[in-house]
């Protein structure tokens, strides 16, 4: 199966911006749908957003749309996750999946090891 490691995580002021990373190797990428989850301290695991084989189709929790996309390049093997307009809310460590299907993620138990992302008010 795929191996994920994810990037990308820090610090960051209110309002601000970052890009995680998603970086694959092992089977086929492309055959994969991709997703991303968080974890606050105390909380469960929760959907972020996900994205299909092909990019053609994404979905997203409602806590993040209109702030973060998600994204994939199949020919490096890399699936993003560009978070703006951040707040607290979203200080967690945040997680890279891959599953067969996006309702798959998760269950698929395909994780990265977690990148922290801490938000400062």
């Known amino acids: 199966q795929v191996q994920l490691v994810e990037s990308g995580g820090g610090l960051v002021q209110t309002g601000g911006s970052l890009r995680l990373s998603c970086a694959a190797s092992g089977r086929t990428f492309s055959n994969y749908a991709m997703g991303w989850f968080r974890q606050a301290p105390g909380k469960e695991r929760d959907f972020v957003a996900a994205i299909i084989w092909s990019g053609g189709r994404t979905y997203y929790a409602d806590s993040v749309k209109g702030r973060f996309t998600i994204s994939r390049d199949n020919a490096n093997n890399t699936a993003y996750l560009q978070m703006n307009s951040l707040n607290p809310e979203d200080t967690a460590v945040y997680f890279c999946?891959?599953?067969?299907?996006?309702?798959?993620?998760?269950?698929?138990?395909?994780w990265g090891q977690g990148t922290q992302v801490t938000v400062s008010s």
């Open positions: 999946a891959a599953g067969p299907s996006v309702g798959l993620l998760g269950s698929s138990g395909i």
